[in-house]
């Protein structure tokens, strides 16, 4: 380990505003509040940051993992981070270690002759230019050494056996055109939600993904401040070699957005606008992003996934993907939680109906439907405890859970009831679920 930067240095946590997609992830996983936003950026607050880089890892695009090296009194505020929209550039490390260095000098005792060997400064400038530059890029790594590690629901890293994901390929300044090719209704028209399952084709345009990642879609027009719209996320609803097999195309499950339904203060701008979209239509992508929601590669890896609305994408997607690759010894179990207010409302409800039986084992929760009682995927969880458990104990098994934010606390203490009522230790098996990446929460 390099020696820390000089105590008049500060290395400040930045998001890069050019790169971020306003997923809330950071400012969710942050364990001390130090990240907020506003109408225009996600910011870091220096005074409360405290670089433990518990948001580092959730981040699906990268845009957390951004420092700058800069002398404390002139640390960029909340307010100026507020204004970007692109981050400032990197002063030179090495004059900023060298003035750090003079005004130690400069305060030292008159009877010092010599800065002491064990100095940061001495040693950051004894080390010559480079390794100055190396001191600055691990500050942060003493900060994460000596802080508390966050409380996390799942893993932040993918199955050891997941394919490897490209992320990142197309940025807000050079986003890719895709062209719709289908935009179809996957809720009954009578049902007051309004999904849509909309195919996108890249035509020539490399845009390879994988079961689980996301996109990032650019709506047109302008926000309230006159600025173009920021780039909303939507996870992929197909396999890894297309919604229609060898084709460069994805398929995204977007919901119409109505204000004043379900607790919407706005229509939404980036979902409706999709879920208008006709054949032939061209929309703006960057992306893809995610890098730890993704599939065991392992031959014989059981899926236990949970879902509610939307949240069925990636399900979908990893289900499509293993159906393509019936017959084979490729699949383990399938086991599936999906939670909706009523079967018209429930997306995909006809094609999953007609998915062979010892294919997948499908469990619906309904909340709405008349004539019965309300039930959530945590209730059938906790019904299903001993299968449920059977599949936690087994290293081969990997759990996805994707929907409302809110879902979080009821499915890990479903799973937990499953665990401790055969006299598990809940604590440890979690634990390994998330050290061994078999444990993913995609909420929202």
Not at 139 to 153: C, F, G, L
Not at 228 to 238: D, E, G, L, N, V
Not at 375 to 384: A, F, G, K, M
Request: proline fraction near 8%.
């Amino acid at each position: 380990m390099n020696a820390p930067l000089p105590a008049t240095l500060l290395k400040q946590h930045l998001i890069d505003p050019e790169i971020c997609i306003r997923c809330n992830t950071c400012e969710e996983t942050c364990p001390i509040g130090a990240i907020t936003h506003d109408g225009n950026n996600y910011v870091v607050n220096p005074d409360i940051c405290n670089g433990c880089m518990a948001c580092v890892p959730p981040c699906p695009t990268g845009s957390i993992d951004n420092w700058r090296v800069i002398p404390r009194a002139r640390a960029y505020g909340v307010d100026a981070q507020f204004g970007w929209d692109a981050l400032p550039p990197q002063e030179p490390v090495e004059d900023l270690l060298a003035a750090a260095a003079a005004a130690d000098a400069e305060a030292a005792p008159a009877s010092a002759s010599a800065p002491a060997v064990n100095s940061p400064a001495a040693a950051a400038a004894a080390a010559g230019p480079g390794a100055a530059v190396a001191t600055a890029g691990e500050a942060a790594d003493d900060a994460a050494d000596t802080a508390k590690p966050a409380q996390v629901a799942g893993a932040v890293v993918p199955p050891w056996s997941a394919a490897h994901p490209y992320v990142n390929l197309y940025t807000h300044k050079e986003p890719v055109t895709a062209t719709v090719v289908g935009n179809y209704r996957v809720t009954d028209g009578d049902a007051e939600s309004d999904v849509r399952h909309i195919v996108l084709d890249f035509g020539e345009a490399p845009f390879p993904v994988l079961e689980g990642q996301s996109i990032g879609i650019l709506p047109p027009g302008v926000d309230a401040r006159g600025r173009p719209h920021h780039a909303r996320q939507y996870s992929i609803a197909s396999p890894r070699d297309g919604e229609r097999p060898g084709y460069n195309n994805l398929s995204l499950t977007v919901k119409r957005v109505v204000a004043g339904q379900d607790g919407n203060t706005h229509a939404g701008v980036c979902s409706n606008y999709l879920c208008d979209l006709a054949k032939h239509d061209t929309v703006r992508v960057i992306g893809p992003f995610g890098n730890t929601f993704l599939m065991p590669g392992r031959p014989g890896a059981n899926l236990l996934m949970i879902c509610t609305g939307t949240g069925s994408a990636p399900m979908r997607a990893m289900t499509e993907r293993c159906r393509r690759r019936m017959g084979g010894d490729e699949n383990g179990k399938l086991m599936l939680f999906f939670g909706a207010r009523t079967r018209r409302e429930l997306p995909y409800f006809g094609p999953l109906m007609k998915l062979p039986r010892d294919f997948i084992d499908i469990n619906l929760a309904l909340s709405r439907e008349p004539g019965r009682p309300r039930r959530y995927v945590q209730d059938l969880i906790v019904e299903r405890a001993e299968d449920v458990l059977a599949l936690l104990n087994d290293e081969k098994t990997c759990v996805y859970v994707c929907g409302l934010k809110g879902m979080e606390t009821g499915v890990l203490e479903a799973l937990r009831h499953a665990v401790v009522q055969a006299g598990q230790d809940w604590t440890i098996l979690h634990q390994a679920l998330c050290r061994q990446g078999r444990l993913h929460f995609e909420t929202y």
